[in-house]
Structures are given as C-alpha cells and as structure tokens.
C-alpha cells in the first residue's frame, strides 16, 4: 500500500472516530440519567410505600407532658412484649422533649409492665448517692441531682423531675416494691469519682490496705482528667508511661483485694454495701482501661480517630455495667436504658465531623467502633427492645437557629405523617418498606452528623416533631 494511501486510511479513521466520540459519550449521558431518573422513581414509589404503611400503622400520642396519663403509651405492651430490657436512645443531648419521653415512658414501664429500674448514660458511682435519695435516703432533691447526674445533666429539671416521681413512688409501694436509678457509665464523667468511692468504702472496711493505696495514688489522682473534644486540660495525656502503669497496678490490686476478702467485707458491712463497692472497683479498672487508650502526649487537634480505642472500651464498659444493674433486679427484673441513639444502636453507625466544628477537631468520616448496643444484642437478643428517638426540627439551643430536616429525609416525611408525637414499630413493616428503612442513611439532630440503618439499628421509632430546650431559655 502506499503512503499516500495509508495516510487516507488514516484520516477517514481519525474522521470517523471524531464524529463517533461525541456520539458515544452522548448515549453513556442519556442512559446514565435515564438510570438515575428510573433510581429516583423507583426511590419515589418505596418512598410512598412507606408514608402509605407508617400512616396506617403509627400510634399518636398526644401529650408527652409529667402530667399526660400513660394509657396513651399502651401500645408499647404488645411491641415490647416479655422483654426485659428496654432502651430508649435520643436523637440529641440537651432536648426537653426526648427527656420528658424518657420520664414519661419509664412511668408507664414502672405502673403496667413491672419494670424495677432505670440506668441513664451517667456515672455509676456518682449515681449510687442518687439512688439513695430515690429509696428515701436523706438530702436535698436539687443538690443530690446536681452532684449525681453528670455531663451537666444535674441541670435539666426533667432529671429532678425523674428523682421526684421515683422517690414518690417509692413512699408509696411496700417493702421489695421499690425501683431504682443507676448511672451506667464508667468514663468520661468524673474520672476519680469510683476510685474514691472504692477507698472510701475501704476506709471503714480495710483501713491499713485504704492508707496503703492512697499513698500509691495519690499524686496521681488530681491528673485523671481527659476531654475528647479540647474544652478541658487534659492531665492524663500528658502522663508518662511509667505513671500510667503504677496507676493500673493500685487499682489492679484494689480489685484484687475486693475478691479475696469479699467474706470478711461483707460482715464488716453489709453485702449490699459491699457490692455496690466492689462495682465501683470494677469501675475504676474500666476508667483506667479507657484512659490507657489515649497516647502518650495527645492532643484533641491529633483527632478522635487516633484514641478511637476509648469508645470501643467505654461503650464495653456501658453494656457491662448495664447488665450487673439488670442482676441487680434478680430473676425476670426489668430495666429501662437511656442514652444517646448512637450508644443504643444495635448496628454500626459512622460520625461525620465537617469543617468548622465547634470543637476544633480536624474534618473526618468516622466509622465508630462496636457501641453499647452492639454489646447488649448478642447478650439479650429477644430480650432486647430498642427505642429511638427521630425528630424534624432542633430548636434545643437557645440563640442558634438550625434548618429543619432535609426534604426527602426520613425525619421530613415521618413529620409529614402529621402528629406531633406517635410511635411506629419497625418491625412490622412490609419487606420493601423494610428494605428501605435498612438503607444507611444521615440522620437529623448532630452537629457531627450520625448516620445508621435505622431499620437495623432499632425496633421502635418514638417520634417527636420538635425539640426544645431541656432548660427554657432566658
């Protein structure tokens, strides 16, 4: 063939392929938004398909207020069933209405369901002196509440709302009939607080061993302070390794003094003394194995993946202490569990920390350790109903106006279902509404965004339209 033959054939193909190329990509852009628009109506009908069954399946509920009767909630006795450990998470911290449910539902779980107790996401040794006020111990309401709810909880006047009712329910039940507060959590709270109470508990049981450990300690206490977000010194950051290690090694051997002289405790006490105690011990040891997790030298401006190690040991923590309050109500007890809606999912959920947060911590998409749900499910399966709070509009901080959900997002279409609270049983919903409701998926209500499968995640949705401050704004 000759040159001037090839360089025809070569032209004509170039040619040939220049007018094809614009052609080609002009197909691939129809039939991808010809695929995205089928996507979008096909996300349309299931959409539908779900308005259609939470509307015909929801139960409203009127009023959430201390003085609503509880008969309205009776639609919890067939979701709930012989379950012996409810938890309700909340959709955000510092919200009146996800409060005033918590306080609300746990009346209704007390009067109809024989439910004997309530552990919130607070300290358990801060809490014990709550509970004793509750069982008619001495004190002042106000003062009890402030210094055992932690996370500034103390303030919210639903906390002393919830002490009030139990106290009052108490006076009234006769002996063995009375129901009780914890505080589950070991970290963050006050770090120092189950140790002290340990020792203290030491001092009149096992002086000698109470001295003894004090001097191991003591130095070390005052830095046992760690706050994730930079709000707060970080003392225990900042301690060496050789420190940290003596620290692990006392309270090691406080535990271990606990178990070898369990017998002789008991009769120098009570075994009701000795127990919440010894738990407190076990708290110390979870406050240690937490802390451990933070490097040596870090900084909040290292970011939270770098101590992602706490949550794994916090939330542990959270499920374990859940369970010895559970124990605590003997054969067949009930519990109610109350905290954030991430520490109750029962499925992974991821944490997104945009630009600009208030906490000063680098942007990041973090997918979160197993949390206390994903502890509690496997241990109580069945037995195990979780409770989420979803709501469409934050007006929780005074000063700060947020939008409202998102247009198409699950919380803007359960608002649109039109009560201002209802309950929906996830379960019960027919398999493409479950398969959509098992999508992961952005949820309302965080600066730092959490998203979950709210299908997967949780049983019950307790819907409340709107969210107010818990402390009614100047």
């Not at 607080?193 to 000698?208: H, R, S, T």
Request: glycine fraction near 8%; hydrophobic fraction near 40%; include cysteine.
């Amino acid at each position: 063939m000759s040159n001037s033959t090839t360089v025809i054939h070569s032209l004509s193909r170039n040619c040939a392929l220049s007018l094809f190329k614009p052609l080609l990509g002009f197909v691939i852009l129809c039939l991808a938004l010809a695929t995205h628009a089928q996507a979008e109506s096909e996300a349309l009908v299931v959409q539908q398909q779900f308005l259609k069954w939470a509307s015909e399946n929801l139960h409203p509920i009127a009023s959430v207020s201390a003085a609503a009767s509880t008969s309205e909630l009776e639609p919890l006795r067939n979701m709930i069933g012989e379950a012996e450990v409810v938890s309700f998470g909340e959709g955000l911290h510092g919200g009146a209405e996800p409060l005033d449910i918590r306080n609300y539902m746990f009346r209704y779980l007390v009067e109809q369901l024989g439910f004997s107790a309530i552990a919130i996401e607070s300290g358990f040794s801060e809490g014990l002196a709550v509970n004793e006020y509750a069982l008619g111990g001495p004190g002042e309401l106000d003062e009890i509440v402030a210094q055992g709810f932690g996370y500034g909880f103390g303030t919210f006047p639903q906390s002393s709302a919830l002490i009030k009712w139990i106290r009052t329910y108490n006076e009234a039940v006769e002996d063995g009939g009375e129901i009780e507060f914890y505080g589950f959590d070991a970290p963050p709270g006050d770090p120092k607080m189950a140790i002290e109470y340990a020792m203290g508990y030491l001092d009149k049981v096992d002086q000698k061993a109470a001295d003894e450990l004090r001097v191991r300690v003591g130095t070390l206490l005052p830095m046992l302070n760690l706050n994730r977000f930079g709000q707060a010194p970080n003392q225990y950051a900042e301690l060496s390794q050789e420190q940290r290690d003596r620290l692990t090694a006392a309270i090691a051997d406080m535990n271990t003094l606990f178990k070898i002289n369990q017998g002789t405790y008991k009769l120098l006490s009570s075994p009701q003394a000795y127990e919440l105690a010894y738990q407190s011990a076990v708290v110390a040891a979870q406050v240690d194995e937490y802390l451990r997790q933070v490097p040596v030298g870090w900084t909040p401006q290292a970011g939270i993946a770098a101590i992602s190690g706490t949550i794994v040991v916090s939330d542990r923590s959270k499920a374990d202490n859940s369970h010895w309050v559970k124990e605590q109500q003997g054969s067949g007890g009930k519990v109610l569990l109350f905290a954030h809606r991430d520490h109750t999912a029962t499925a992974p959920v991821t944490v997104t920390i945009p630009e600009g947060n208030p906490f000063g911590l680098p942007p990041a998409v973090m997918s979160m350790p197993p949390m206390m749900g994903m502890f509690l499910q496997p241990r109580y399966q069945a037995n195990l109903v979780s409770i989420v709070n979803l709501l469409a509009e934050d007006v929780s901080r005074c000063g700060m106006e947020r939008e409202l959900a998102p247009e198409g997002s699950l919380e803007a279409l359960l608002a649109s279902l039109g009560p201002e609270y209802f309950l929906l049983d996830l379960r019960t919903a027919p398999p493409e509404v479950a398969l959509w409701l098992s999508e992961f998926r952005q949820l309302y209500g965080l600066d730092m965004p959490d998203s979950i499968s709210v299908g997967k995640a949780f049983d019950i949705i307790f819907f409340s339209r709107r969210v107010s401050p818990a402390v009614p704004c100047p």
